[in-house]
DNA sequence: CGGCTCGGTAAGTCGTAGCTTACGGTTCGT
DNA sequence: ACGAACCGTAAGCTACGACTTACCGAGCCG
């Protein structure tokens, strides 16, 4: 029953063209325009996404001139690493007892 | 451009009922029921859920009376977990770069 | 100053994932 | 053999997320 509710840094990455948009990042700095051309998606999509990513603490912005710049943010990205992890530490902890215990049935 | 497209283990765990499906089996087997007396959904939505970890090869299920156990499946767990490294390593790989030559720019 | 590029935002459409209710099939107990 | 418990599947609805087009502001260059 317990309604789970976290933060959930899982459906930031759960989008592949948000994926593709960190990959794309973790290449290189990149304005908007050019990050549109590399995906299969409209420029305005990719500004949508942007924002999520920035809102996460992800990514980051700077205006140079008519452009803006983006960049992957080391400690989001960290941050939401860890999170992720988290979530695997808590399955394999339990996990292994499982595959320990597997033939006897009782403890 | 590069029409992204892969097997996508991400969307698996991507819901978070699924995620709290797969915590659940990692304390230990249990039966549809007592899933959905853990969870507030509806036994056929876990039932629909545990049909996608199965196909996903997340989970086994084993006849037990008239009722059906889950257990999680190590093999599928850990291939799963590497498919998600996978790309924290493509990420954090030319991530590096970015972040040693930021230090370099700035101060 | 105009015109141009670049980018964010609004409004609206569309597809689909997730949930529920309803039904049918097995298996066990009595 | 009848009823109950347990589960999977079908059908349908609803909500939300992703995308597009259209519009507008902001900065550069002639």
Same sequence: chains 1, 2.
């Avoid at 990149?30 to 500004?47: C, K, N, Q, T, Y």
């Avoid at 809102?55 to 710049?69: F, I, K, M, N, S």
Wanted: aromatic share 6%.
């Amino acid at each position: 029953m317990a309604t789970y509710q976290e933060p959930d840094g899982w459906e930031i990455l759960g989008d592949p063209s948000r994926r593709a948009i960190v990959e794309c990042l973790a290449v290189g700095p990149r304005a908007v325009g050019e990050l549109a051309d590399e995906l299969p998606i409209s420029r305005p999509a990719v500004s949508q996404h942007l924002r999520l990513l920035k809102d996460a603490g992800l990514v980051e912005d700077e205006a140079a001139g008519t452009r803006r710049v983006y960049r992957l943010n080391p400690a989001g990205v960290a941050a939401l690493r860890d999170q992720l992890d988290m979530f695997w530490r808590r399955t394999l902890q339990g996990f292994q007892e499982i595959v320990g215990e597997e033939d006897e049935e009782k403890s």
